[in-house]
Each structure stands twice: as C-alpha cells, then as structure tokens.
C-alpha cells in the first residue's frame, strides 16, 4: 500500500479520535513536539528506522520526544503504529495530522517574501486580505530575502504570486535570448 496513503489514514483516524476525546489541541502539540524533535534529531529517526532496536524501545522513545506529560490517547496511537509495523511511515503520520487538523480548523499558512523589511500595517493588510479570500485562520510569516532584489513573493494554500523585480529581469532575459 502506498505510504502517503497509509499515512493519512492514520493520522485521520488519530484526528477523530482526538476530537471524540476533546483532545485535539494537546494532540496537535504533541505531535508538533514530535515532528520537531524527529527532524531536529537525525539519530533518533535512525534509531525509529534501525530494525534492531525493539519496537517497544522506540515508542518509549517516540513517548519521551512528545513531551513532558503526554496525553494516553498518544500512547495508544504510538504503540498501535508499533504493533503494527508502521514506524518506518511515522513522520508521515504525524506531519498527516498536522495538516489535517489545520485544514479542518480552516488555518491557512501564508508567507510573505520581500527584499527589505516591510511595516507591520502592510503585513495586517496582506493577513486581512488573505482571510477574506481563504474564510480562514491565517498564520502570516514574513521572510527578507535581499536576490529578489524588489517587490515581493506571496504565498499561501496553493496560490502564488511573484511580483518580484528578480522575475521580471529573469523573464526579460528570457526574452533577450530568443
């Protein structure tokens, strides 16, 4: 079976139950927790991928990156991914739920790219729009990146606009060549 597929099913049935639970925030945090801690540290995905290691060393271990106190709804699933074979598909699973529990609370990733520091009306303009547009939670980050030498890259769901003074040299070079 496909792993994204796998992946997804899982996390949604992790998202379900949490939400029957009333959990769904703890869930969410345990599992950004896990997520950091997983790709912050390649040694313990190498310990989670290392079919030596017992399976139950690494929910134990998987247990511990969650955080302090962790809720038993993340127990069980932890263990549930073990005993079923899945731990090699579990950053998948865990970057799954994190994608569906924003997208079932309507939350909309958006960035902002810009050559120099932009004042914090034009950002709460820019959020503002984009909520109007999404009918959602929008979670704005504004980043300088000084080789689009002007003029700004946004992005959010799946629109993007580049309005760039580096694309618009680009595509005149483009045009130069031809």
């Keep these: 079976m496909n792993t994204g597929v796998v992946s997804v099913r899982y996390a949604r049935a992790l998202l379900k139950a949490s ?58 699933f932890i263990s549930l991914v073990f005993n079923e074979g899945r731990e090699k598909e579990f950053m998948s699973i865990v970057k799954s739920y994190n994608k569906l529990y924003r997208q079932s609370k309507n939350m909309v990733d958006a960035r902002l790219i810009t050559a120099v520091p932009v004042k914090k009306e034009t950002k709460d303009k820019l959020r503002a729009k984009i909520m109007e547009k999404t009918s959602g939670t929008v979670e704005f980050k504004a980043d300088i990146s000084p080789e689009i030498i002007g003029g700004f890259i946004l992005e959010y769901d799946t629109y993007r606009m580049d309005a760039s003074i580096k694309k618009k040299l680009d595509s005149i070079r483009t045009q130069l060549k031809k």
């Design 19 to 76: 939400i029957e639970a009333r959990q769904e925030t703890q869930i969410l945090e345990e599992m950004i927790m896990l997520q950091k801690n997983l790709c912050d540290i390649p040694e313990l995905r190498q310990i989670i991928d290392n079919p030596m290691v017992p399976s139950s060393q690494k929910a134990d271990l998987l247990q511990s990156a969650c955080g302090k106190k962790i809720s038993m709804l993340t127990q069980n």
